[in-house]
């Protein structure tokens, strides 16, 4: 079972029979308190039973101190103490889809509307369709945390590659 309909859930499939939770806070500069709630509340919906796949974010190495990170990692915690199996996917940024708020899309929207690109000097991980892809199918049947980093960028080398193409 596949819960979510974001970019993430576009491209799995469920050949396990596992509970593969791709629905959630996926804009990491989310404030309402009840997005947070929401995806709370429907990982709690779910079988304790079954394999239940969790996809989180990198950012609770990177930038933990965010209300996002915090959230992320406050799921972490419910997958551990709620669900007999469950693997943690921790991720980088993705490099497909349409959802506005990945740092892709983010970076390419305020370019076509012509504004001033903000080119922070840091890094940031992508990763793309087909190498996490490859990651999901390694996932094994016991329990166990999984970060996905793809490729280490500067931020001023991803929109050079992905956004003034």
Known sequence: ??????????VLKNKKGWIYFASGVSNSRETRKGEYKREEELLLKQNKNKHLVYFGSLSVYYNPSTRYARHKKHMENLVRAHFKHYTIVRLGNITWGKNPHTLINYFRNAAKKGEKLE???TYRYLVDEKEFLHWIGMIPDWNCEMNITGKRLK???IIKKYVRT
Request: glycine residues 12%.
């Open 1 to 10: 079972m596949i819960i979510g309909n974001g970019d993430i859930a576009s």
């Open 119 to 121: 080119i922070w000097d």
């Open 155 to 157: 931020v001023q080398e």
